[in-house]
């Protein structure tokens, strides 16, 4: 889970055990049905927080890989731009696909 998500759920689920606890209480304006209302929201964060993280550790290794390729093709396309830049005259660049005027 995110630290934010850990922090909310925290609170909530302090906050609820609080309730639960002066519930007998009463005159506060807080039901039952409330506090088993507020429970289930918290339990379902909870459960979707859980699949969001397996979610991003399966992403992080594709985002890696990803951004390794993008550096690959920069560094290619970089180099064969000089090249190109330095076999033709600026007129041809543009046949290349070079729209550059350097």
Do not use: F
Request: proline share 2%; net charge positive.
């Amino acid at each position: 889970m995110s630290k934010t998500a850990d922090v909310l759920i925290e609170k909530n689920r302090n906050l609820i055990n609080g309730l639960r606890k002066h519930l007998s209480e009463g005159g506060q304006g807080i039901t039952n049905q409330d506090i088993i209302a507020m429970e289930q929201v918290v339990d379902s964060l909870s459960v979707i927080s859980k699949e969001c993280d397996e979610l991003r550790e399966q992403l992080a290794p594709k985002i890696k890989h990803t951004n390794e390729l993008m550096a690959k093709v920069k560094t290619t396309y970089a180099n064969t731009k000089c090249v190109i830049r330095n076999s033709y005259p600026q007129e041809k660049w543009a046949e290349y696909g070079l729209a550059d005027k350097r």
